[in-house]
């Protein structure tokens, strides 16, 4: 009996597996796509997408990214809610790869990893209470909405560095939380931070609670892990950067990781160090992060599974 091997499997149902989906099944790759636990990415965490191209009245990220499957399944996209707990690569050109849902083994000729990036929170329950109430982790994403108003960012390295400078040039004020008496940002990020009017930094002191009426943000609780003074910060969104978690653990220690976690590919390409084996969207990009270049790079990951393909024959 011949073995059931497919031509192209996709980790990962944010807008870069979609995206990889859609153009993969257009070159009739035939793809199969594995939705993982949250069909759909973070997108579907984001209440309003305002800055994805093509949607001049904004979306919702659901939304958004039910459109995405639809179109991946119109081109006979086989899409799986079941998540891929295993992964066993061939290291040969040509070889086939072996991933597992559960019991289930499925046999690819190339995969196109896009299991994306998670955010990190701090873990307290008013974070979920109050997500898309005014607590994001994604300033280029969420800032917009607090135009003129005042905001918490929480961290202290060079994401939240980048988010308080970004987030400056929309709101009244931002207030900086940072849990150690210094910076882990870079001296450029510390600089600019430093020299941006309406950032306040508070040293020593860490979100503790979140007050609010509505599930709408109002006040951040915070105490000084110093003087173990309580107090509260009148504001209305509260923006978590204390970094985000790439989504390899099951590919570790098989496909070459950077000094974060994230997917190394080449340069200029979607290729990772083993032939045949693809990453597309945050899985590999900790510098963007945008559903716009997370779906651009998915493109590129299927156009270079077509290829790579292409040439196997």
């Given at each position: 009996?011949?073995e059931?091997?497919?031509?192209?499997?996709?980790?990962?149902?944010?807008?870069?597996?979609?995206?990889?989906?859609?153009?993969?099944?257009?070159?009739?790759?035939?793809?199969?796509?594995?939705?993982?636990?949250?069909?759909?990415?973070?997108?579907?965490?984001?209440?309003?997408?305002?800055?994805?191209?093509?949607?001049?009245?904004?979306?919702?990220?659901?939304?958004?990214?039910?459109?995405?499957?639809?179109?991946?399944?119109?081109?006979?996209?086989?899409?799986?809610?079941?998540?891929?707990?295993?992964?066993?690569?061939?290291?040969?050109?040509?070889?086939?790869?072996?991933?597992?849902?559960?019991?289930?083994?499925?046999?690819?000729?190339?995969?196109?990893?896009?299991t994306?990036?998670?955010?990190?929170?701090?873990?307290?329950?008013?974070?979920?209470?109050?997500?898309?109430?005014?607590?994001?982790?994604?300033?280029?994403?969420d800032?917009?909405?607090?135009?003129?108003?005042?905001?918490?960012v929480?961290?202290?390295?060079?994401?939240a560095?980048?988010?308080?400078?970004?987030?400056?040039?929309?709101?009244?004020?931002?207030?900086?939380?940072?849990?150690?008496?210094?910076?882990?940002?870079?001296?450029?990020?510390?600089?600019?931070?430093?020299?941006?009017?309406?950032?306040?930094?508070?040293?020593?002191?860490?979100?503790?609670?979140?007050?609010?009426?509505?599930?709408?943000?109002?006040?951040?609780?915070v105490?000084?892990?110093?003087?173990?003074?309580?107090?509260?910060v009148?504001?209305?969104?509260?923006?978590?950067?204390?970094?985000?978690?790439?989504?390899?653990?099951?590919f570790?220690?098989?496909?070459?990781?950077?000094?974060?976690?994230?997917?190394?590919?080449?340069?200029?390409?979607?290729?990772?160090?083993?032939?045949?084996?693809?990453?597309?969207?945050?899985?590999?990009?900790?510098?963007?992060?945008?559903?716009?270049?997370?779906?651009?790079?998915?493109?590129?990951?299927?156009?270079?599974?077509?290829?790579?393909?292409?040439e196997?024959?």
């Open positions: 009996m011949e059931n091997i497919l031509d192209c499997v996709i980790v990962g149902s944010g807008p870069s597996g979609f995206t990889a989906a859609i153009y993969a099944a257009r070159a009739d790759l035939k793809p199969e796509l594995y939705t993982g636990l949250e069909p759909g990415g973070q997108l579907t965490t984001t209440t309003e997408v305002d800055n994805f191209p093509g949607y001049p009245a904004g979306i919702t990220g659901p939304e958004m990214m039910m459109d995405l499957q639809k179109q991946a399944e119109r081109f006979d996209t086989k899409v799986h809610y079941e998540m891929i707990t295993k992964a066993e690569f061939s290291k040969e050109e040509g070889g086939i790869h072996k991933l597992y849902a559960g019991n289930k083994e499925i046999l690819a000729k190339s995969v196109i990893i896009s994306g990036a998670t955010a990190k929170y701090l873990g307290l329950d008013d974070e979920k209470k109050y997500n898309g109430g005014g607590v994001s982790a994604c300033a280029t994403c800032g917009f909405f607090y135009r003129g108003k005042d905001v918490v929480v961290g202290a390295g060079d994401t560095a980048e988010e308080a400078t970004y987030l400056s040039k929309l709101v009244n004020k931002v207030t900086m939380l940072v849990r150690k008496g210094e910076f882990r940002a870079s001296k450029a990020m510390i600089h600019r931070v430093e020299n941006t009017p309406n950032i306040e930094v508070k040293f020593h002191h860490e979100l503790i609670g979140i007050e609010g009426e509505n599930n709408l943000v109002e006040r951040a609780v105490i000084n892990n110093q003087t173990q003074e309580k107090s509260t009148d504001v209305h969104g509260i923006f978590i950067a204390i970094g985000h978690k790439p989504n390899t653990d099951i570790a220690g098989q496909i070459d990781l950077d000094e974060n976690g994230y997917i190394a590919t080449e340069k200029g390409s979607t290729r990772t160090n083993l032939p045949g084996v693809f990453a597309a969207g945050d899985v590999q990009d900790h510098i963007y992060r945008q559903a716009i270049t997370a779906a651009g790079s998915g493109c590129m990951a299927a156009m270079d599974a077509e290829k790579y393909l292409a196997l024959h």
